[in-house]
């Protein structure tokens, strides 16, 4: 099982609104992570989880909360959101820091708009 | 701060050229270099990871070569498919900047 799961694949919210997108890995892997994609721009990373703590954090606004529950498992938990958040949010995982394991396995991602 | 840059931009070409996608990155002290495909509006998918102390790696149709010392890594595709049609990211991971980067980006289109 090398797989990533992402939910919801889509979200729609006002900026008023709470919601929390969902990421999953069963590989056994050690580091995940949050990026964040524009349309027709690379990926920017957010936040980076090693062993279930907070590692990086790439001065994201307060209004992207992350949190890892355990070891499988990465929310992102977003309020008051602006209509500019509105992008592909892709969720990674490595068996390690992937700047020294490398091979980073992403998920499919959650298509944000934000009304 | 690490400066990933991709050329071309942009490419067309018919199905079955020989394709070489070129990535140059600034700060040499990276551990290794991964090359990745995305599909409009989906996930990256890894092809080909290189460690640092590698110059080279291969899978099926695809090599990708690495020269540290000056900064630039190379994907070559063999006897392109229109299935090979999607961009192209590569993401040295650097020591000092503790994260991988990504570039720019090559958006590959094969005809048939």
């Known amino acids: 099982d090398t797989e990533v799961t992402q939910t919801p694949k889509h979200l729609v919210m006002g900026m008023t609104n709470k919601k929390s997108l969902k990421c999953e890995q069963h590989?056994?892997?050690?580091?995940m992570y949050w990026y964040k994609q524009k349309a027709k721009k690379p990926p920017e990373l957010m936040f980076v989880?090693?062993?279930?703590?907070?590692?990086i954090n790439e001065s994201v606004p307060s209004r992207f909360s992350p949190e890892c529950p355990n070891s499988s498992l990465l929310n992102l938990h977003l309020h008051a959101l602006q209509p500019e958040d509105s992008a592909l949010y892709l969720c990674?995982?490595?068996?390690?820091?992937?700047?020294?394991?490398?091979?980073?396995?992403f998920g499919e991602g959650s298509r944000l708009t934000v009304l | 701060k690490q400066e990933v840059t991709q050329i071309p931009a942009a490419l067309s070409v018919p199905e079955g050229e020989n394709l070489v996608l070129n990535c140059s990155f600034t700060?040499?002290?990276?551990?290794?270099l991964q090359w990745f495909r995305q599909d409009p509006g989906k996930g990256l998918t890894s092809l080909l990871l290189?460690?640092?102390?590698?110059r080279e790696q291969t899978s099926g149709r695809l090599n990708a070569s690495l020269d540290k010392s000056s900064g630039r890594s190379t994907l070559y595709i063999a006897a392109s498919q229109p299935g090979d049609s999607a961009t192209y990211l590569c993401?040295?991971?650097?020591?000092?900047?503790?994260?991988?980067?990504f570039g720019t980006g090559t958006r590959l289109q094969v005809t048939l």
């Open positions: 290189i460690q640092s102390s590698q």
């Open positions: 700060d040499s002290a990276i551990y290794n």
């Open positions: 989880y090693s062993y279930e703590k907070l590692s």
């Open positions: 993401a040295p991971g650097a020591g000092t900047a503790s994260k991988l980067t």
């Open positions: 590989m056994g892997h050690r580091a």
């Open positions: 990674a995982s490595s068996p390690g820091l992937a700047i020294y394991t490398g091979e980073l396995f």
